[in-house]
């Protein structure tokens, strides 16, 4: 297993064109995270799943996002009619969760996203 | 509030120990965790501490944690100039506060 992988590494993009991030996390991992990062901050959560479930999706997501992990495995973000704001890096995150703890959470490199 | 709270800044030099503070929200964690982020990269988990644990040791790196005042912090024993770098901590809940960059200054 080659850990979380994100496609693609960088993607520009015109505003207002739709774009689609794609995550595979580490293969035995039940859940998965994305994050939005921009420079100078933190990662920001935007929406975690278990399996395919999804089950929390931060209240700060526009409604032009949307994420789905549709047979538990890998995970696709969505960003409708970009703006020059969604510019950022965009990372996921994958563990395991089991018994109420969070096992060997590990992040991809990131898509990082230009909006022009 | 932030979920997490870092110092934004630290410098020191190259041979010096570095200690990176953090306050944390979630009280039900049963693990608490510091990662390591280098220019255009992902985050790289460094070292975790569960929580029924004070301190934990590992090479260079010294976790502290205190639970009653959520307080964790990440000790750097003989920073070199590799480890500059913006470092998270973070709880089970997994939210992240803007980091701690450190400089090694040679």
């Known amino acids: 297993d080659t850990g979380v992988s994100q496609n693609p590494r960088h993607k520009i993009t015109k505003r207002g064109q739709n774009v689609t991030f794609r995550c595979d996390p580490i293969?035995?991992?039940?859940?998965l995270y994305w994050y939005r990062q921009t420079l100078g901050q933190g990662p920001e959560f935007l929406t975690y799943?278990?399996?395919?479930?999804?089950?929390?999706k931060s209240r700060l997501l526009s409604d032009r996002f949307s994420a789905e992990r549709p047979k538990g495995s890998f995970s696709t973000l969505e960003i409708q009619r970009t703006e020059q704001g969604d510019s950022a890096m965009y990372l996921c995150a994958s563990s395991s969760y089991r018994d109420r703890i969070n096992y060997g959470y590990t992040f991809g490199s990131g898509t990082r996203l230009t909006v022009v | 509030g932030e979920d997490v709270e870092q110092s934004l800044f630290l410098s020191v030099r190259e041979g010096d120990s570095s200690v990176i503070n953090c306050t944390y929200t979630d009280s039900s964690s049963t693990y608490l965790y510091w990662y390591k982020q280098e220019p255009g990269a992902g985050l790289q988990l460094l070292t975790y501490?569960?929580?029924?644990?004070d301190m934990k040791q590992d090479q260079r790196l010294t976790v502290l944690l205190n639970k009653k005042d959520k307080h964790l912090s990440l000790r750097i024993a003989d920073t070199q100039t590799g480890d500059s770098a913006i470092y998270f901590c973070?709880?089970?809940?997994?939210?992240f506060g803007a980091g701690t960059r450190l400089t090694v200054k040679p």
């Open positions: 501490i569960f929580s029924n644990m």
């Open positions: 293969s035995e991992h039940n859940r």
């Open positions: 973070a709880a089970e809940d997994m939210r």
């Open positions: 799943f278990q399996n395919e479930a999804q089950l929390e």
